[in-house]
Structure formats: C-alpha cells, structure tokens
Nanobody
Framework: VQLQASGGGLVQAGGSLRLSCAAS????????MGWYRQAPGKQRELVAK????????NYADSVKGRFTISRDNARNTLYLQMNSLKPEDTAVYYC????????????WGQGTLVTVSS
C-alpha cells in the first residue's frame, strides 16, 4: 500500500484544514486507517482511526469534537477534517494503514506539516 498525504499548511488558531491521504496498491488485509502526528520534541501519537468496513472511528481525547476522520472507499482516500485548530495541534501529520485495529501502522505515508499560529 502506498499512501500520499496532502493538505497541510499554515492556519490561524480557530481555523480549519482538511488533510487528504490517497491510497494505492494492494489493500489486502488492511482493515484500519489512521492519522498520527508528531509535534517538535514529542512522541508520535494517534490522532484518529477508522475501520475500512463499517467506519468505526476512534479519536484522541485532545481532538474529540474538533476533528473528524472519514474515508471515501470509491476514491481510496482518507480525510481528516480539522476544525477549531489550536497552536498545540502544530505537528507533522502522517496517514497510516494496517491490519490491526489497535495499531494500524503497517504502512505510513509521508508527513504533511500543519502549523497553527496563535
């Protein structure tokens, strides 16, 4: 599976961005896709994930109510709609795909930088 993320950029606090992740190649066994992020000096963390069948979602507490993960199966594209952005959301965001719901990290896309200014 190849993953290509896009949509990052610079936005003011309170603003919105939508990240996209185009998937290609064989998706055999893939059952979950997700978004992770890594802020400067911090460990990489899960932001949100969604199952490819059924669309079950899970979010980090820090983004609940502000971020929405979704998947367009027809377009093989994963999205992350980010609203009410905060400076602490500044990070490199990575899309992932995997065969485990608990750790969907078999495949990683390149990161896309999101910078939220105060």
């Amino acid at each position: 599976v190849q993953l290509q993320a896009s949509g990052g950029g610079l936005v003011q606090a309170g603003g919105s961005l939508r990240l996209s992740c185009a998937a290609s190649g064989s998706a055999l066994g893939i059952n979950t896709m997700g978004w992770y992020r890594q802020a400067p000096g911090k460990q990489r963390e899960l932001v949100a994930k969604v199952t490819t069948a059924g669309g079950m979602t899970n979010y980090a507490d820090s983004v609940k109510g502000r971020f929405t993960i979704s998947r367009d199966n027809a377009r093989n594209t994963l999205y992350l709609q980010m609203n009410s952005l905060k400076p602490e959301d500044t990070a490199v965001y990575y899309c992932t795909a995997g065969t485990s719901y608990f750790r969907p990290t078999d495949y990683w896309g390149q990161g896309t930088l999101v910078t939220v200014s105060s």
